[in-house]
């Protein structure tokens, strides 16, 4: 402990930038995250989450890992799916593309009714296996299905697939690259596979996909979400546009017997993201992920997208306004009156007026709303715009006032994850946490609400961790309060901070919480507590040494001090990293005394740490003048 502050380098005392509220409030660093480390780095990585069991299927270069989460360990199984060597020596003699996309990434993994359907690019021969006995790998022609592998995967990991399962179908968003239109089909189903029209996708690049409960079964719809990119537009244009694009899950094409026909009910609309009064725009639908509402609430489609300059913004979408757009906007282009039965109107085929060729009619041309769909609050959620989003997914919790509250994650290419309480157009980010033991791009994300955890892989790793992490907040009322998230509140009954059990009933009132804004006063009136006061360590130096006192930051959004004896003087405690530092230069000499730094935050100072400075050979000066000369000095050095 008496080594504690003997830093010989001096710290630099960087002011604190921009607005503080911001910027996470917590910052956690988890070095026993249960996870597993990829024994190569994998450059690609395909994600697979069986919801309610804990296994994880991972799909990366020629392997398979299934990862068996427990509380505390993992249990992994490594299932090869090896190239096939005759399309490795083409691919490495023919096509152009680098040598190390000759191999097989797995690129698709689904579940489709009960068989696990897995597709690789098989160094550009796409293949599908069906995992059976859950270690082994059995042909996919042996489902019984026809299966066209290149419309489930694509030739090489750089070209991102989105896909869908639902009600035994898989669907397959191919992203264009090169000569390759790009695609948006029904790919492995009993049912009549369906393709799109080429006009419909403009070179276009998923980002995401999503299953939209109707509000009868026949009504649900399968959205995509997708950037479009016009190689024909000037240079003076911004060539990207962001899309959703929607199918009926009841579309069963045009022609009965037909192997292979269209979409009839595809439609698709611009989704904006900017502010509206700047011109400047977010085109690029970079990930998507889809907050299905609970009983009676609107679901929210959480979008990241970014600018030709990189930079990313979290736009968010009401799927009601979505919804409305779809289903009222005029068709750009489209001049003459609609039939009957409006396009994208999801009807079983035997149902009165539905004629589908007819709709295509009107859809071949013209699939596009001509109304734009405008972010909640018409404007980015209020982030900090120095992080780069790369994934995102999100839950919803319900508070102790049985008000539902959004929690968004998002991962950031330095391997940060952020929770964020997202309640009416408003952003609080609750934490940040680096969980890994290599800094790399959060490349994948997936949740399970059911069990509660959150599942974050780089290209080296996949960690997990639980949605209420309440034990982070400290034992304190305030603490926990004040953290405000919706997973946790204060456990009356055992004086902690607990995760709120599922279907608690808000007039028990047995816990405590505050989500709508910062304020602990619920614990009791700030001025009745008393600030406690923390013993002071003993730090014993030499009068010449350099002095550098710490004091650990836990919030990010309180205002930090420091004071010495009864010197009714404070000085400001600027954050740098994880903690502030009081430091002794030439010009701001110390003395023996006793120094405490206390944090202010909701209007409640709190008493964080003290240090008691003891000299080991006699100060040369007189004591009392110099503890004058140091609260000069560090009031004007550090206010
Ligand atoms: C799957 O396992 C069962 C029993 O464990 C075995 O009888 C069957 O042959 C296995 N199937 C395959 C395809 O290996
Ligand atoms: C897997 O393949 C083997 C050999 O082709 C076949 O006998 C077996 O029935 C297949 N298993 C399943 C579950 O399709
Ligand atoms: C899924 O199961 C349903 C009902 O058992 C069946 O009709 C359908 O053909 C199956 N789909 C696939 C892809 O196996
Ligand atoms: C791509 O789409 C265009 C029309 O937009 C079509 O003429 C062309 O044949 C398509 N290319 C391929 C490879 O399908
Ligand atoms: C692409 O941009 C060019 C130039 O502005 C324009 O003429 C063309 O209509 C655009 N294509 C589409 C499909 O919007
Ligand atoms: C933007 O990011 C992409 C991929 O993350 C990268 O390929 C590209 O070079 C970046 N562009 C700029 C301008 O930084
Ligand atoms: C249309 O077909 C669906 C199932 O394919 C069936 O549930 C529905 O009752 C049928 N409706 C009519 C009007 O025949
Ligand atoms: C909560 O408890 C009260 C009384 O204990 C009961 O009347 C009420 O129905 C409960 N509410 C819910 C949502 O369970
Ligand atoms: C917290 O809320 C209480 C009660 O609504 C209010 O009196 C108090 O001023 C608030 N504190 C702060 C710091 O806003």
């Given at each position: 402990m008496k080594h504690l502050m003997l830093l010989s380098t001096f710290l630099q005392l960087a002011g604190v930038v921009g607005s503080a509220e911001k910027l996470p409030r917590l910052k956690f660093t988890v070095k026993d995250a249960v996870g597993f480390h990829f024994p190569d780095p994998e450059t690609h990585t395909?994600?697979?989450?069986?919801?309610?069991?804990?296994?994880?299927?991972?799909?990366?270069?020629?392997?398979?890992?299934?990862?068996?989460?427990?509380?505390?360990?993992?249990?992994?199984?490594?299932?090869?799916?090896?190239?096939?060597?005759?399309?490795?020596?083409?691919?490495?003699?023919?096509?152009?593309?680098?040598?190390?996309?000759?191999?097989?990434?797995?690129?698709?993994?689904?579940?489709?009714?009960?068989?696990l359907l897995i597709c690789g690019t098989n160094a550009?021969?796409?293949?599908?296996?069906?995992?059976?006995?859950?270690?082994?790998?059995?042909?996919?022609?042996?489902?019984?299905?026809?299966?066209?592998?290149?419309?489930?995967?694509?030739?090489?990991?750089?070209?991102?697939?989105?896909?869908?399962?639902?009600?035994?179908?898989?669907?397959?968003?191919?992203?264009?690259?090169?000569?390759?239109?790009?695609?948006?089909?029904?790919?492995?189903?009993?049912?009549?596979?369906?393709?799109?029209?080429?006009?419909?996708?403009?070179?276009?690049?998923?980002a995401g996909s999503a299953l939209v409960p109707g509000n009868e079964k026949h009504k649900e719809e399968a959205y995509f979400f997708f950037s479009e990119l016009n190689k024909t537009a000037s240079v003076d244009e911004e060539p990207h546009r962001a899309r959703i694009g929607r199918v009926c899950m009841v579309d069963e094409g045009v022609v009965r017997n037909a192997p292979l026909d269209s979409w009839t009910t595809f439609l698709k609309a611009r989704v904006m993201c900017g502010v509206p009064s700047k011109p400047q725009q977010f085109n690029q639908l970079r990930e998507a992920y889809v907050l299905t509402g609970e009983r009676g609430t609107a679901g929210l489609l959480y979008g990241i997208f970014s600018n030709a300059w990189n930079t990313t913004v979290v736009c968010v979408y009401s799927i009601d306004q979505v919804n409305q757009v779809f289903q009222t906007s005029k068709l750009k282009g489209y001049s003459n009156t609609l039939p009957a039965q409006r396009p994208g109107t999801c009807l079983f085929k035997n149902a009165t007026n539905s004629l589908p060729w007819k709709i295509l009619g009107v859809i071949r041309d013209h699939p596009e709303m001509e109304d734009l769909i405008y972010p909640l609050g018409q404007r980015p959620l209020d982030l900090p715009t120095t992080d780069r989003y790369t994934r995102t997914v999100a839950s919803s919790a319900q508070g102790v006032n049985e008000e539902v509250y959004s929690v968004l994650y998002l991962g950031t290419d330095s391997g940060k994850v952020l929770k964020v309480l997202h309640s009416s157009e408003e952003a609080f980010i609750i934490s940040q946490y680096?969980?890994?033991?290599?800094?790399?791009?959060?490349?994948?994300?997936?949740?399970?609400?059911?069990?509660?955890?959150?599942?974050?892989?780089?290209?080296?790793?996949?960690?997990?961790?639980?949605?209420?992490?309440?034990?982070?907040?400290?034992?304190?009322?305030?603490?926990?309060?004040?953290?405000?998230?919706?997973?946790?509140?204060?456990?009356?009954?055992?004086?902690?901070?607990?995760?709120?059990?599922?279907?608690?009933?808000?007039?028990?009132?047995?816990?405590l919480q505050n989500l709508d804004n910062s304020n602990a006063s619920i614990c009791g009136n700030a001025a009745?507590?008393?600030?406690?006061?923390?013993?002071?360590?003993?730090?014993?130096?030499?009068?010449?040494?350099?002095?550098?006192?710490?004091?650990?930051?836990?919030?990010?959004?309180?205002?930090?001090?420091?004071?010495?004896?009864?010197?009714?003087?404070?000085?400001?405690?600027?954050?740098?990293?994880?903690?502030?530092?009081?430091?002794?230069?030439?010009?701001?000499?110390?003395?023996?005394?006793?120094?405490?730094?206390?944090?202010?935050?909701?209007?409640?100072?709190?008493?964080?740490?003290?240090?008691?400075?003891?000299?080991?050979?006699?100060?040369?000066?007189?004591?009392s003048a110099a503890l004058a000369a140091l609260c000069t000095a560090l009031g004007s050095a550090l206010m």
């Amino acid at each position: 402990m008496k080594h504690l502050m003997l830093l010989s380098t001096f710290l630099q005392l960087a002011g604190v930038v921009g607005s503080a509220e911001k910027l996470p409030r917590l910052k956690f660093t988890v070095k026993d995250a249960v996870g597993f480390h990829f024994p190569d780095p994998e450059t690609h990585t395909t994600l697979f989450l069986e919801l309610g069991t804990g296994s994880l299927y991972v799909g990366g270069r020629g392997l398979l890992y299934v990862l068996q989460f427990t509380e505390s360990d993992v249990k992994t199984t490594q299932i090869p799916v090896t190239v096939n060597e005759k399309a490795k020596k083409t691919c490495l003699s023919k096509l152009n593309v680098p040598q190390s996309e000759c191999e097989n990434f797995i690129t698709v993994i689904h579940k489709v009714n009960s068989s696990l359907l897995i597709c690789g690019t098989n160094a550009g021969a796409p293949k599908c296996w069906l995992l059976v006995n859950g270690t082994e790998l059995n042909d996919s022609t042996d489902s019984g299905l026809q299966v066209v592998p290149a419309d489930i995967s694509p030739p090489f990991p750089s070209q991102r697939v989105v896909s869908l399962s639902a009600e035994g179908s898989l669907y397959s968003a191919l992203s264009a690259a090169g000569s390759f239109n790009g695609s948006l089909r029904r790919t492995y189903s009993h049912r009549k596979l369906l393709k799109n029209e080429d006009k419909w996708l403009q070179y276009p690049q998923f980002a995401g996909s999503a299953l939209v409960p109707g509000n009868e079964k026949h009504k649900e719809e399968a959205y995509f979400f997708f950037s479009e990119l016009n190689k024909t537009a000037s240079v003076d244009e911004e060539p990207h546009r962001a899309r959703i694009g929607r199918v009926c899950m009841v579309d069963e094409g045009v022609v009965r017997n037909a192997p292979l026909d269209s979409w009839t009910t595809f439609l698709k609309a611009r989704v904006m993201c900017g502010v509206p009064s700047k011109p400047q725009q977010f085109n690029q639908l970079r990930e998507a992920y889809v907050l299905t509402g609970e009983r009676g609430t609107a679901g929210l489609l959480y979008g990241i997208f970014s600018n030709a300059w990189n930079t990313t913004v979290v736009c968010v979408y009401s799927i009601d306004q979505v919804n409305q757009v779809f289903q009222t906007s005029k068709l750009k282009g489209y001049s003459n009156t609609l039939p009957a039965q409006r396009p994208g109107t999801c009807l079983f085929k035997n149902a009165t007026n539905s004629l589908p060729w007819k709709i295509l009619g009107v859809i071949r041309d013209h699939p596009e709303m001509e109304d734009l769909i405008y972010p909640l609050g018409q404007r980015p959620l209020d982030l900090p715009t120095t992080d780069r989003y790369t994934r995102t997914v999100a839950s919803s919790a319900q508070g102790v006032n049985e008000e539902v509250y959004s929690v968004l994650y998002l991962g950031t290419d330095s391997g940060k994850v952020l929770k964020v309480l997202h309640s009416s157009e408003e952003a609080f980010i609750i934490s940040q946490y680096r969980l890994f033991r290599d800094e790399a791009a959060v490349t994948a994300m997936a949740i399970d609400h059911s069990t509660g955890h959150l599942y974050v892989g780089t290209s080296l790793e996949v960690r997990r961790i639980p949605l209420a992490d309440c034990g982070r907040y400290g034992d304190t009322c305030r603490g926990c309060v004040l953290s405000r998230d919706p997973y946790c509140g204060w456990d009356l009954t055992n004086q902690k901070c607990s995760p709120i059990p599922r279907g608690h009933n808000a007039s028990d009132g047995d816990f405590l919480q505050n989500l709508d804004n910062s304020n602990a006063s619920i614990c009791g009136n700030a001025a009745d507590l008393q600030p406690q006061r923390t013993s002071p360590r003993e730090v014993i130096l030499d009068s010449d040494s350099p002095i550098l006192l710490p004091c650990p930051v836990r919030s990010h959004h309180a205002v930090y001090t420091w004071e010495k004896d009864n010197c009714i003087k404070s000085y400001t405690c600027p954050v740098t990293g994880e903690s502030c530092v009081l430091s002794s230069t030439e010009e701001l000499p110390m003395d023996p005394g006793v120094f405490r730094c206390s944090a202010l935050e909701d209007g409640f100072r709190e008493e964080i740490v003290s240090y008691r400075l003891v000299f080991n050979s006699a100060p040369l000066w007189a004591p009392s003048a110099a503890l004058a000369a140091l609260c000069t000095a560090l009031g004007s050095a550090l206010m």
